[in-house]
């Protein structure tokens, strides 16, 4: 229960927050892709599952994916880091190879 003052008079607030985890694919899809990801040792192996993963799998891309296991509490921060920051170097490596005309 919040209690919100405004001037003088004090209203009770009840306040819910809810953080229900979005299902983007099953649980055991979610082990499976875990799984995976955890066996690339080098982060050529991480793109190369990347280019597979986006190209053959029927769902959002693997970055949101590896966001919403993060956020779900599914994996821990330092291997979510360790998969986007390969990811967002690739990015950035292939954004800065295109020619500005």
Known sequence: MAKCLIGQ???NTRMTTTNKPT???G??????????????????????????????????????IICE???????????ASKWLVTLIENRDKIISNIPVK
């Not at 979610?30 to 690339?40: E, G």
């Not at 296991?69 to 291997?79: A, D, F, P, V, W």
């Open 23 to 25: 299902k983007i694919i």
């Open 69 to 79: 296991l993060l956020k779900n509490r599914s994996i821990s921060r330092t291997l």
């Open 27 to 64: 649980k055991s899809a979610n082990d499976a892709l875990i799984d995976q990801l955890r066996a690339c040792q080098n982060s050529e192996e991480i793109l190369e599952f990347e280019k597979w993963f986006n190209r053959n799998i029927d769902s959002d891309k693997l970055y949101k």
């Open 9 to 11: 008079n004090i209203l």
